[in-house]
């Protein structure tokens, strides 16, 4: 009998060790990799395809359109600021974020949360300021609040926005919402001198103790606005849904803008009706000559650090929610740390010419996504636009109705409050002893950051990760076994799969594949490809490194036997890998899984699903006869019972038995070729 080899795992110290003697390996290679990832322009600016240029062009302008509106509407209506300091705060976002961007759809600018944190935070610390006061403060908090975030991604601690599941931020963002609707009821029905940023049920008592001040006009103009906007919403869907009019879907997504233009227009065909009387924007100063300057006097800084957390926190929280949701529908990769820097900066110099906090916007970003933005340049042309309207369009917005932009504030955020369906939870911890903490520490890292292991085969049967650390001291790789095809790739994954540690073990799992396999996507042209897209040209120059020509992926293989806990954003992490890796090869690739617990056998159903378009029938035998047996629960309610039966085929009691049927799936061919 072969002995085996027994090695006491590391201690916490010699892992350390270990982890310092390989960043001095790495060393010399680490600088000019950390200033890369600062400027990701410069990777993919030299691959940006001429193609892009018009996509790019119709979602600048398309957003810039809106972005005017929404900007002077944020600043009045929700910070308390003049309108000048929204379109200021709106272009130079767009136009530094272009620049340091991980996403090609989110846009930076004002945002309906963040600006009422804002406005709540000049009634909290800057009460009866005059209107000079309160816009020096608001700027000040945008430049130190940028200052933070400057240094919270230049110094990588982007991790800590990880350990915010999305329900969470989900819930955070609808009750934010629900906040801000109601704090334009006052606005909508003309009432004066009603604080918007109290608690949203006392804003509802003291508007409804307050009905009887209602300006007749400015309700009129108010839910006159709000049913247009509707209006638009409904028919474009409706028409864009049944003919699939391309040009009908932009008409939508200008919905706000439309609705500022006709009833501008009607507003200023009353100017001279003196029994007339309803409130309009005003004044806004031409071009940049009402910028104003931050304080940066540390006396002043005082004051406005009691502000910050809040403000730091929904701002980095509303913008990576954006940035990782666009990221995963669309099928990219970002990075945390450098949005967070990217944000610092937009805040930080945009203070310089009066901007207040800026974020990144779900409603305008989601305009940017649906009109097909190919790159960050995107957000360059929005910058552009709106310095362009600062320029020659502020005597047309002075007869804007104040009720018609309550109008879209409301109709902007209602379609936030539409997609948070879960409770938004506060959970307090108290920190005791510095051991607690350093405990504490030391678990979040485990499972924010959990090993990744590519397995092998041993002649023995073992299946073991010939690069982990017991094999690092100089200890021999038993004698690996040659029946496993190249192309099934098995991984173990060592901790829960659950939202601290999604993002990461996506990259990792990506990482793994471009290394150990041959990109063999030739469906996809390059100017189809993702802006940010380098999965090829990684692949390639590791195929040259190593001299050796790599194999295709034609199957993975998940060694769930460590994974003691699975929750949505862990399921929804094993989707995007499945997406990732068919954008990899070109056609789905079936994902097997091994060792699960019975309990999570119900949430990973949906993973394995049989592909449409495959060469195999969409159910086994013994599925289409379940299904037979599941016709009396309905179509949609058998058809589902019997996908399940079919997906159970992919769950496996071991590697061994996991991998066989890998093979005996890829000799078929069931999934080389997609129709």
Known sequence: MQRIHKQLPRTQTEEFRASLQRVEAEWPSLPGRYLRSIFPIATWLPKYQPEWILADFVAGITVGLVAIPQSISYATKLAGLPPQFGLYTSF??????????????????????????????????????????????????????????????????????????????????????????????????????????????????????????TSE????????????????????????????????????????????????????SLRNKSDVSFSITGTIPYGLSG??????????????????????????????????????????????????????????????????????????????????????????ITGVLVVVGMFSLTNALYYVPSAVLSAV????????????????????????????????????????????????????????????????????????????????????????????????????????????????NTLLRKTDRVWSDDTEERSMKQQLRLRIPLPALTAVVFDFSSVNDIDFTGFQTLLDMKDDVARFVGHPVPFHFANVRRRHIRVLLGVPAIPVGTKREVYSEAASAQLKIFSGLGKDAGAQRARDYTALEYFHDSVDEAVVAAMAEMRSGVFGNVV
Not at 228 to 253: A, E, H, Q, S
Not at 429 to 446: E, F, G, K, Q
């Open 409 to 520: 504030v409301v109709t902007s955020v209602v379609e936030l409050v539409e997609k948070g369906k879960v409770a938004f939870t506060l959970v307090k911890v108290d920190t005791i002893y510095s051991s607690v903490c350093y405990a504490i520490v030391v678990l979040l890292y485990r499972v924010s950051r959990p090993k990744i292991e590519a397995l092998v085969r041993t002649t023995d049967g073992r299946w073991i990760d010939p690069d982990s650390d017991e094999y690092s001291d100089g200890k021999p790789v038993p004698p690996l076994s040659h029946e496993v095809p190249e192309g099934i790739l098995v991984v173990k994954v060592d901790e829960a799969l659950i939202y601290p540690n999604s993002i990461y073990v996506v990259d990792k799992l990506k990482e793994v594949v471009i290394n150990r396999y041959r990109y063999t």
């Open 92 to 213: 130079v976002g767009v136009l530094l974020y272009s620049l340091f961007a991980t996403s090609k759809d989110v846009t930076i600018g004002p945002t309906a949360v963040l600006s009422l944190g804002v406005g709540q935070a000049i009634s909290n610390y800057r009460p009866g300021g005059s209107v000079a006061e309160i816009t020096t403060f608001a700027i000040t908090l945008s430049f130190w609040t940028g200052i933070i975030q400057l240094a919270i991604g230049l110094l990588r601690f982007g991790v800590i926005v990880d350990f915010v599941p999305i329900p969470v931020i989900a819930g955070f963002t609808t009750g934010a919402g629900i906040q801000v609707i109601v704090s334009q009821f006052p606005a909508l029905l003309g009432i004066k001198n009603i604080s918007t940023t109290d608690p949203a049920y006392r804003v509802l008592i003291n508007t409804g103790q307050a009905i009887t001040r």
């Open 291 to 380: 910028i104003q300057q931050p304080n940066t006097s540390l006396s002043y800084a005082g004051t406005v650090f009691q502000a910050i957390p809040g403000i730091l926190v929904i701002s980095v929280l509303e913008h990576i929610a954006v940035v990782k949701t666009y990221g995963r529908v669309n099928g990219y990769t970002t990075n945390a740390n450098q949005e967070i820097v990217a944000m610092g900066l937009a805040n930080a110099l945009g203070s310089l010419v009066g901007s207040f906090p800026a974020t990144g916007s779900f409603s305008r970003s989601a305009i940017k996504a649906s009109s097909g933005v190919k790159s960050p340049l995107g957000s360059f």
């Open 217 to 268: 006009f400015d309700a009129i103009f108010g839910f006159s606005s709000v049913a247009v906007i509707l209006l638009i919403k409904f028919t474009t869907d409706y028409i864009f849904r049944r003919f699939r009019l391309n040009w009908v879907k932009y008409i939508g997504l200008l919905k706000s803008t439309i609705a500022i233009i006709i009833f501008t227009g009607i507003s200023y």
